[in-house]
């Protein structure tokens, strides 16, 4: 099982790349940079590229409305290049406060949008002329709509490699099973092992049918916060404020999807009422309304044992990258002790 965390694009990128640089050290395999509405996030992965030598950068997430298929196309080939085929693409369709907020593009047919900026990145990477007929893109583009001096080209570079691993942020039920069909990997939020099959069971059987045998097993990477020690379940509230953002905040009443999954999961009242507050600028009360098995179910906090025991139920969940944040502790000994679990089970 790999193991993976996320970079905090709020620190002073030197001290990221330092930290990472001790983290690969510490057996990390995989490091995920995110891209909100701060600074961009392929600035700081080129600098990690050249910063490191044995992990594995990934986006997480780029948002396919920001930039077109063929310069998502572009910006990981030239990753990977730098990198020394040691990137990989993390995608997602962001939702509409970031896009229609922050980049002022219509947030329309996302799931569409997604499949086909897929398809066109791949058809770049295999250097092949770019004649692409779909919903949301053309190309070339075609006259009525342009000066029709569009031509089919294709990449000029030779990359890395003609086959980067894809992996999507995707929650609802259409986007996971497109995810299951299309992709190398889906990033879920807020995953709880045991109740991941109830959810998604349905989405993830549908993907995989259709899915193509040369694509491999589907990579899930999930987890949370990570915390190892006699005290450390103290440290899963340290998880509320964010879940109560998305639960309570990101979005609007009715267009919330991390709400939807939260009443998906079950938990239906506390859902309303995490919202209701959080929308009402109450944002504490929100956080401290989140229950407490919520916040366990999607974090990973305790004793050794515990810790042992949360992972055979995220690989009995089809869970094949931890993707966990270090809290309370040095992150470098936080990740190497639960290298050591990992490898011991």
Excluded at 25 to 38: I, K
Excluded at 54 to 63: E, F, K, Q, V
Excluded at 143 to 163: C, E, F, S, V, W
Excluded at 228 to 253: F, T
């Amino acid at each position: 099982m790999k193991i993976s965390t996320g970079v905090d694009y709020a620190n002073e990128p030197r001290e990221v790349v330092a930290t990472i640089q001790r983290l690969e050290a510490a057996g990390v395999d995989m490091a995920w940079v995110p891209e909100a509405y701060g600074f961009d996030g392929v600035s700081l992965m080129g600098y990690l590229a050249a910063s490191t030598e044995r992990i594995t950068i990934a986006s997480g997430i780029l948002n396919t409305f920001s930039r077109t298929p063929t310069c998502l196309a572009q910006t990981a080939a030239g990753l990977d290049a730098l990198s020394e085929g040691r990137f990989e693409l993390g995608l997602g369709a962001s939702g509409p406060q970031v896009i229609e907020g922050f980049h002022g593009v219509p947030y329309k047919m996302p799931l569409t949008r997604l499949k086909e900026t897929i398809e066109i990145c791949r058809m770049t990477w295999k250097r092949e002329r770019l004649n692409y007929e779909g919903k949301v893109f053309q190309l070339p583009l075609p006259a009525d709509q342009g000066t029709g001096l569009g031509k089919p080209l294709k990449m000029i570079n030779h990359p890395k490699r003609d086959d980067i691993p894809i992996h999507v942020a995707a929650l609802g039920s259409k986007s996971v099973a497109a995810t299951a069909e299309l992709c190398d990997g889906w990033l879920p939020i807020m995953f709880i092992p045991e109740l991941a099959r109830n959810v998604w069971g349905e989405s993830l059987d549908a993907g995989l049918a259709q899915r193509a045998p040369e694509r491999g097993q589907l990579e899930i990477a999930a987890g949370g916060l990570l915390a190892i020690g006699e005290d450390a379940a103290k440290y899963r509230d340290y998880a509320r404020p964010m879940a109560a953002l998305y639960v309570g905040g990101m979005g609007a009443r009715g267009k919330n999807f991390y709400n939807d999954l939260a009443v998906s999961y079950g938990f239906d009242e506390a859902a309303k009422q995490i919202q209701d507050l959080y929308l009402d600028g109450h944002k504490e009360d929100a956080a401290a309304a989140i229950p407490a098995e919520f916040v366990e179910g999607f974090t990973m906090c305790g004793d050794k044992g515990y810790i042992a025991d949360k992972v055979a139920q995220m690989a009995e969940a089809g869970v094949t990258n931890l993707m966990v944040t270090p809290v309370g502790g040095d992150p470098a000994e936080l990740l190497g002790e639960l290298r050591e679990i990992v490898d011991s089970i």
